[in-house]
């Protein structure tokens, strides 16, 4: 049985709405939907269900922004685990994104996106994390 993939960016506004962000909510939506975006290009979405992804997302847009939420907090509102999300987070720091600052991050969204400051795109491994994590052991 073929189980449908559903978009996680579409439950990102509905969390963020619960996790009460204020004037900032949209900022830490916009860039949640990014790291979704950046998730899907690294092959992480594949096979997970959107809760995990979502919780990993709006923690690091979260904290980007200067918000203090508590993985618990964030567990409560995506009705997942602390275990799941901590998942999400390991396989993230393998992507491009993970390895920028904070500045470089608010610069991406001020200038568009996922773009480097010469305009190019930026490229994320487009190899699934299975295919990683063997080429790992191989060594």
Request: one cysteine or more; proline letters at 4%.
């Amino acid at each position: 049985m073929l189980v449908p993939f559903v978009d996680p960016c579409l439950f990102i506004e509905r969390f963020c709405s619960r996790l009460d962000f204020g004037t900032k909510a949209k900022s830490v939506e916009n860039l949640a939907t990014r790291l979704i975006q950046t998730m899907n290009r690294a092959w992480i979405s594949i096979g997970r269900r959107p809760n995990g992804l979502c919780g990993a997302a709006i923690l690091i847009a979260a904290r980007v922004n200067g918000f203090r939420r508590s993985t618990s907090q964030i567990v409560r509102v995506v009705h997942t685990c602390e275990q799941t999300i901590r998942k999400r987070l390991n396989e993230f720091k393998a992507t491009n994104m993970a390895q920028k600052t904070v500045e470089e991050i608010k610069a991406l969204e001020a200038n568009g996106g996922d773009r480097n400051y010469d305009g190019d795109e930026v490229e994320e491994d487009l190899e699934p994390p299975i295919v990683r994590k063997r080429l790992r052991e191989e060594l």
